[in-house]
């Protein structure tokens, strides 16, 4: 029912910054939430940073507080998340995420792209 497609990832040197987009498409944006998640390997997969469909609306897990910035611009369907001062422990597969029914709140997450690989050297 969505699709989304991520761009930005790469490789950068701890301290250096990169900015994923996610964009969407399939249905009415603006009433989904939307989020980011990353999976490193071996590990479980953990949401970064969601947003409302408003954009009004913004959660963090505690690790990228004041790092990372995830926004969205409706008009364009796409969510965005900028993030800065990278350690090594962010690198993962970062997925761009879907709440499955509009309004909700934590979001229903259950559609996720392809992901985009992000990697932080020491």
């Known amino acids: 029912q969505v699709r989304m497609v991520e761009s930005g990832g790469g490789m950068v040197q701890a301290g250096g910054s990169l900015r994923l987009s996610c964009a969407a498409s399939?249905?009415?944006?603006?009433?989904?939430?939307m989020g980011w998640f990353r999976q490193a390997r071996g590990k479980e997969r953990e949401v970064v940073a969601s947003i409302s469909g408003s954009g009004i609306t913004t959660y963090y897990t505690h690790s990228v507080k004041g790092r990372f910035t995830i926004s969205r611009d409706n008009s364009k369907n796409t969510v965005n998340l900028q993030m800065n001062s990278l350690k090594p422990e962010d690198t993962a597969v970062y997925y761009c995420?879907?709440?499955?029914?509009?309004?909700?709140?934590?979001?229903?997450?259950?559609?996720w792209g392809q992901g985009t690989q992000v990697t932080v050297s020491s």
């Open positions: 995420a879907s709440a499955r029914r509009p309004g909700t709140w934590p979001p229903d997450f259950g559609s």
């Open positions: 399939g249905r009415t944006f603006s009433n989904y939430a």
